[in-house]
């Protein structure tokens, strides 16, 4: 049975790409190239992490024109083969040949000359890892949300890409939806006045693992994919959701290490990555952060977080659906969006009326957060998600679920990114964890 595409044609993406940002970007190909390639509107492409994220953002980023993708890897055998299955159908209906490659290991991959930039989808304790041993072999890197496991990789990887001098985006790609876009934009320029109120709301922190041992499936190296994590994480399905090639089946859930404390950091992080990110760009926050954060009740719900001109954020819902969105409360209104709707309580507030042919299909590649980072890479300017509002972006999720895990109120230093006040040293302690040997940054 033929796998029926779930993508679209190069025309299509690039047409429905386009209207989502008018006026504000240019489509690659039309862009001049950095100086000192060979070819500077090539633009060559290896994936590391082979799961349901990546298959969506490879078909978004190969329909790009002057992108090819060269080279994926994974720890799992069969993604690798679905990867390169997917690559190959690709080019064979576009008539073209390229040779796909596939690794176990990322440093192979990273070894390869001919690889301009590499998109990490990996699972979020091996982001910062994966992303500084990219930089430092000279790759740019498209990086999903959020930045990194815990708030000293996010300092360690800032730095590396302004050592290094590369381009690092982040896939928050609601940055790049008009809905959030105009919402955020209306906010900043006072249209609500002073805002005293967010409700961000994501879904609840993360909770222990407890799932059961299962035999680790063939072909599914689960050393190399704990990584950093301590070996004594056993292996459940849950956490790499199997799929099939024959018939072809892919995941049937979002692999679930995002919902344990010891592999994830819960909706806190997997939705909070874009959904307090939007209200930190909205409330002018971009490489800054609050000064407080406190579970509210027990902490197994919801968070507030106070910024030092005393805004509150909180995580908790704005409706009775419960939506994961934002909703602004100004002194002359309101404002929420999310991915599904935008109300305010004014119709002033409201954006202009869709660009006609929106695409159908997955949120992921709905908007030209991919071209952003195609035309930062070939102009070497930084992506609408730099490193630095990534990582304030980030810390704002991993502040609150560590608030959460000692259930009290922090105080925190946007400034100097250090804890006040912590005299018992456990909240401060949480900034990192011990890699096990071999691994570190």
């Known amino acids: 049975m033929k796998r029926k595409s779930r993508s679209l044609n190069r025309r299509e993406f690039l047409g429905s790409a386009a209207l989502g940002l008018a006026g504000t970007m240019i489509i690659p190909g039309a862009v001049s190239g950095c100086s000192g390639r060979k070819d500077p509107g090539l633009v060559r492409l290896g994936f590391i992490g082979l799961g349901r994220q990546a ?116 896939g928050s790609q609601q940055r790049s939806d008009p809905n959030f876009r105009h919402a955020t934009r209306l906010v900043s320029s006072g249209a609500l006045g002073a805002i005293t109120l967010v409700n961000a709301h994501v879904g609840p922190p993360p909770k222990p693992y407890d799932l059961p041992a299962v035999t680790i499936p063939e072909g599914l190296n689960w050393d190399l994919w704990l990584g950093p994590l301590p070996e004594t994480i056993h292996y459940n399905p849950e956490l790499n959701p199997p799929i099939s090639l024959d018939p072809p089946r892919d995941e049937e859930f979002w692999a679930g290490w995002r919902w344990y404390r010891e592999t994830g950091g819960g909706f806190t992080t997997d939705w909070g990555a874009h959904m307090f990110d939007v209200a930190q760009w909205g409330l002018g926050m971009d490489g800054s952060g609050p000064v407080e954060i406190a579970p509210i009740g027990d902490g197994s719900e919801y968070i507030r977080w106070v910024y030092k001109n005393g805004t509150v954020m909180t995580s908790e819902p704005f409706n009775d659906k419960k939506t994961k969105g934002v909703k602004f409360w100004g002194e002359k209104g309101w404002i929420e969006v999310s991915r599904e709707h935008y109300s305010a309580s004014d119709p002033a507030f409201n954006p202009p009326p869709a660009a006609a042919g929106e695409q159908e299909g997955p949120y992921e590649t709905k908007i030209p957060h991919q071209l952003d980072f195609i035309d930062a890479v070939r102009k070497r300017t930084d992506p609408v998600v730099p490193v630095e509002t990534g990582h304030s972006s980030c810390t704002v999720c991993t502040l609150g679920n560590i608030a959460v895990m000692l259930n009290r109120t922090l105080r925190w230093d946007p400034v100097t990114e250090t804890f006040i006040d912590d005299a018992d040293g456990a909240a401060s302690a949480m900034l990192h964890y011990n890699y096990r040997d071999p691994y570190k940054l």
Request: aromatic share 10%; proline share 3%; with cysteine.
């Open 55 to 170: 298959m969506y953002l490879m078909d978004g980023f190969i329909r790009i024109p002057g992108v090819e993708v060269l080279a994926g890897c994974d720890v799992y055998s069969i993604k690798r083969k679905r990867f390169q299955n997917r690559a190959d159908e690709y080019y064979d209906g576009e008539g073209r040949k390229v040779k796909i490659q596939t690794y176990e290991k990322y440093d192979d991959l990273l070894g390869r000359k001919d690889i301009d930039a590499v998109v990490i989808a990996v699972p979020d304790h091996a982001h910062a890892m994966v992303a500084i041993a990219a930089l430092r072999a000279g790759k740019d890197v498209y990086l999903e949300k959020p930045m990194t496991f815990t708030i000293y990789e996010g300092q360690q990887l800032k730095k590396t890409v302004r050592e290094t001098g590369r381009i690092l985006g982040v």
